[in-house]
């Protein structure tokens, strides 16, 4: 798995286009204003000193599995620091994720798959007027990122423990519409794609679906070939460690790999 991961990384870097290797004007502007925007920004410092602090922290929890290569739950005990340095999502992607959703300015957002909350909290300060719903199936793991949110009062974000499959189809039911998307969790070609499928009904013009680790496995690389051909999706966006889906009325269907 490891090297096919490799070559599939390589094989990326070399096919990759950069901003100035795209034709269409939507997707030179979300490359050259939000996803190459590496400026500094004050809302990110708390949220990285709260990791600093994660990375030293040696309590140790019991982690539930719910997902990524099973349909049973694996259960075992970590030190939140270990979990930080493995799982959490590096500054610069996390930064990307607070950038994409700053820009598509939604009023909602849902997140599957919180883990210790940093995502979730780079999420809340780009959108602090929207309504951020994150899904955690492990309870331990959820206790630890809801003591960062708290940490980082954060007062947008409501945080819901359970199995994703259970949950998702309630919370879409519940929303008027779909405006923001993150799936990053239970990494399996079966459930993205019926993330995805449930999702559809509630998308539109400006909605946006983020799908994490979309090389993970020969599974999660099909579950993207299939979510790219679906008739209702137009753009969608590869930068290798996640893929954007747009659903823009009017827009030539296309499918770009940017390098990042």
Not at 82 to 93: H, S, V, Y
Not at 101 to 109: L, M
Not at 237 to 248: A, P, R
């Amino acid at each position: 798995m490891v090297f096919s991961f490799f070559i599939d990384f390589l094989k990326h870097r070399f096919t990759a286009k950069s901003r100035h290797g795209t034709h269409s004007p939507f997707v030179y502007q979300l490359t050259d204003e939000v996803i190459y925007d590496f400026n500094s920004n004050n809302d990110y410092i708390g949220i990285e000193e709260q990791r600093k602090k994660l990375y030293h922290d040696d309590t140790v929890i019991q982690v539930t599995d719910l997902g990524a290569g099973s349909h049973l739950n694996k259960n075992r005990e970590k030190k939140v620091r270990q979990i930080a340095k493995n799982a959490l999502k590096t500054p610069r992607l996390a930064q990307l994720i607070y950038r994409l959703a700053k820009a598509n300015k939604p009023a909602s957002i849902i997140e599957l798959g919180t883990c210790l909350g940093l995502t979730t909290a780079y999420l809340a300060k780009a959108c602090p007027q929207a309504h951020v719903l994150t899904v955690e199936g492990c309870p331990q793991t959820a206790a630890v990122a809801a003591q960062n949110f708290k940490a980082l009062q954060l007062s947008n974000v409501e945080l819901q423990v359970g199995n994703f499959d259970e949950l998702l189809p309630v919370i879409i039911e519940a929303q008027p519409q779909i405006d923001f998307v993150y799936i990053d969790g239970n990494h399996r070609k079966e459930a993205t794609l019926n993330y995805f499928k449930w999702c559809l009904p509630k998308v539109g013009e400006h909605s946006l679906l983020i799908f994490d680790d979309i090389y993970w496995s020969k599974g999660m690389k099909e579950a993207w070939e299939e979510i790219k051909a679906h008739p209702q999706v137009t753009v969608t966006i590869d930068l290798f460690w996640i893929g954007l889906v747009y659903f823009k009325k009017g827009q030539a269907k296309e499918h770009f790999k940017i390098k990042y």
